[in-house]
């Protein structure tokens, strides 16, 4: 293989409606300096040809930012889920070696790398994943905060809705309800606000709905693949034992 | 006389607002609307969460002065002038200040982790162009977090059902729907020219789609891929824009692109290393001697070159971004002084920015959102090592002109429908889309707060127009949305469609890099009129080419190629109103720098480019026009207001000079920040 080159092998489908285009297509780029997943697939659109010489339609992919902080071009790299921007092709296929692209396997497919993610904003809703204030208008400051408090917060508060951590997780599947990490993770994070508190209760009980905090299964491999290194197994116990105290202090007080 | 109902029109249907674009600026526009009490459809390329606000990473001014300073909204004012070089209109600039330390706590209370003092206060830190800690800061993803929160807020009001005057829920009604996915095409206008409404497109099944809207409102940020590569993200094509200019509205300033100091280079992007870097006390330097070949942890002290220290010792490492853009384009450019590299043997067109001297537990509470950007992206640690940084094309003080009404304390009136008012009836812009706070150079963390404070006035100002209405856009003719809907359907299939009969058709991204190519060169950081003749026929040549792009997707489902298409050739144009703008005006202000014309030319050029399109992508400036606004004429000049701080030299080699007239004015107070 040639090192001035770089081998992509990308998974493609023109639709959901159309499992027959499934297909793999293979495509060789020039290598250019500090070059990550997206720039070669910005090299497609300038030369959509197929590594055998054969026209076709550039490839779709999402991507917005470009610095790892919106989560749009998720996407599976060498079968693991991650950021197109921050996967450099110097660090991945140092040699040469062909770059395996598919799309997330967890949302449904719109085309070639593209998925819908609209379920994990769903989900956003069902645990009431915000502040209620009571307007914009002039009520002077927030809440004061330690900065000790304010670092775990801020851990917390980098989700970008990714979706890494659904991907990974063998409990979200076609078959389970399972929210996800993302999801729960934003529980502790409002809970721990001090106005965020006062609708407590309310996102607990949504974790002891379908799809909540019980059906995690511990793989614990949500924690390995978030690229903000969110300590998402801490918020999922702390939130599973908070769902837990509610539901005894529930059912003890009737 | 106004329509009877505000919430339904005669023919029952709501009336709803619509916002294009969710990033801070569209997001706070819909709150200020939902509280209002007026629904709202958010159209947006991307799920708003992941609109281009992310990026910001600084921080977000206030002069709230808590850290003992004697800083104020007046001097905050004074130094957002001063640092415009005078070419921002007062009145919007004092309002801003003046509302900056309510913003801040507002985000405070919506739950944004901001860093904290030990006595559990908000923490400031220091920022270009002042010398006061004025800004607010959540480690360095503060954009990320406050668009975070409004997403929150909106979230909340996408749960609520629309409930009428008598209390009854509107079945099926919520207060903000989104259409996110969808790119924006065109403005529909009726026999009147006011707009009613959008014509869209759904980019996974390519539907095309008319909206009605009692009004409009673009909230589509800046235009940075027009220059290709810049700090922007890959969705701030300024298309929506650039089609509202084409439909009538006057675009004004467009020649004022900020180029910021410190982005590490990238294939596909500049990524921007912030300037909260300098604010903690990062330093920028090249090793005196220009053949030095020791990795800089080796260079001694005394054989750096501190340059920005050394030129402008009053304000150092935090001048402004165009100042600082400057010296370094000077220092590597023209002197060839950049960072010599020993694999290509040659001084490149970088520079240090390094940090080192900082204690790491420190950076990695304030700033480890850039520095993982630099650890990720440059491949070393910038903890132990000085970072390697070049400018970048990061932001346009230019957009859509829009309007506002002076009170007689010299601020804006509250609710006038003018404020942030384009001059389409009908149609408003806010955040990076329009002109209104920044003159000639933005100040650093002055763009998540005029994104917010332009939000906070917009919805308001929407409600009052909306409320002046005399007909809703509901009951409008339902053939002008047909016929508009048609006309963009067909556009898209010529697109499609176009030279498919042909071998060899123009590669759209190919005439992307030539036009950006040109653009970045010639019309940046130095602007020479020779040069900006070129890049004028260089867009000709590529405007007569956009006929002949053919796209190598035919595919009805998610066609990336032909949404680009539509906003290259929407690119094409504003590309010449910035590098018209920038032929036009011979003097030097703010990021608009000719060597040939070296100094500022009040008493020609404090004005306000007003371009208005000509026809077929041509651009035509003006001294002045007219506009109607809720029923009344409002006639614009280019005049700019200054009535509140004194025009004067910018001085940054001196402390304290960009604060001078407020300090004159309430010494004792101010003074206290110089000591």
Known sequence: ?254 | MAAKNQLRSASGQVRRVIVVGGGLAGLMTTIKLCEAGIPVDIVSLVPVKRSHSVCAQGGINASVNTMGEGDSPRIHLEETAYGGDFLANQPPVKGMADAAPGIVSLLDRMGVPFNRTPEGLLDFRRFGGSLFHRTAYAGATTGQQLLYALDEQVRRYETKPVVDETGLTLPGEVMVRKLEGWDFLSLVLDDHGRCVGIVAQDLRTMDVQAFRGEAVCLATGGPGMVFGRSTNSMICTGSAAAKAFRQGAIYANGEFIQVHPTAIPGADKLRLISESARGEGGRVWVPKDASDTRPPGQIPQRERDYFLERMYPGYGNLVPRDIASRAIFQICFHEGRGIHSNKTGKNELEVYLDLTHIPETQLRQKLAGILEIYEKFAGVDPYHNPMKVFPAVHYSMGGLWVDYERSAAGSLVDGSPRNHATSIPGLYAVGEVDYAYHGANRLGANSLLSCLYGGLVTGPAIASYVGALASSSQDTSSSLFETAEAQERKDYERIVGQNRDKDKGENPWHLHAQLSEVMLRDCTIERHDDRLDRVLDKIGTVQDKLPKVRIDDTGQRANQSAQFVRHFENMVVLARVIAQGARHRAESRGAHYKPAHEKRDDANWLRTTLARHSGEGQVEFLKSFDYECAGKGVHVTDEVDVSLVQPRERKYEQAGAASEQARKEAPVEAERGLS
């Open chain 1, 1 to 254: 293989m040639s090192k001035n080159k770089v081998h992509l092998k990308i998974r493609r489908q023109d639709g959901p409606d159309k499992p027959d285009t499934r297909r793999w297509e293979e495509f060789e780029v020039p290598l250019l300096p500090q070059m990550n997943v997206i720039s070669a697939l910005q090299q497609i659109q300038l030369e959509p040809k197929t590594k055998d010489g054969k026209g076709v339609a550039p490839v779709a992919w999402d991507c917005s930012c470009l610095e790892e902080i919106c989560g749009a071009c998720t996407m599976i790299i060498n079968g693991a889920v991650r950021q197109a921007c921050s996967a450099l092709v110097e660090e991945i296929a140092p040699h040469g070696e062909t770059i395996v692209i598919e799309p997330m396997s967890k949302f449904p497919l719109v085309r070639d790398l593209v998925v819908d993610r609209a379920k994990m904003f769903e989900d956003l809703k069902r645990v009431k994943a915000w502040i209620e204030i009571d307007g914009t208008h002039d009520l002077g400051a927030g809440p004061r905060e330690s900065a000790e408090q304010q670092q775990v917060r801020y851990a917390l508060s980098r989700c970008m809705t990714c979706g890494c951590c659904l991907e990974a997780c063998p409990n979200v599947n076609d078959s389970s309800h399972f929210m996800g990490p993302a999801a729960i993770n934003q529980v502790r994070y409002f809970n721990l606000h001090p106005t965020g508190q006062h609708q407590r209760t309310e996102r607990l009980e949504s974790m002891m709905q379908r799809g909540g905090v019980a059906e995690c299964g511990k793989a614990q491999n949500c924690v390995e693949v978030c690229p903000k290194s969110i300590p998402l197994i801490d918020s999922i116990g702390h939130v599973a034992r908070d769902t837990t105290q509610h539901m005894i202090l529930r059912w003890l007080l009737g």
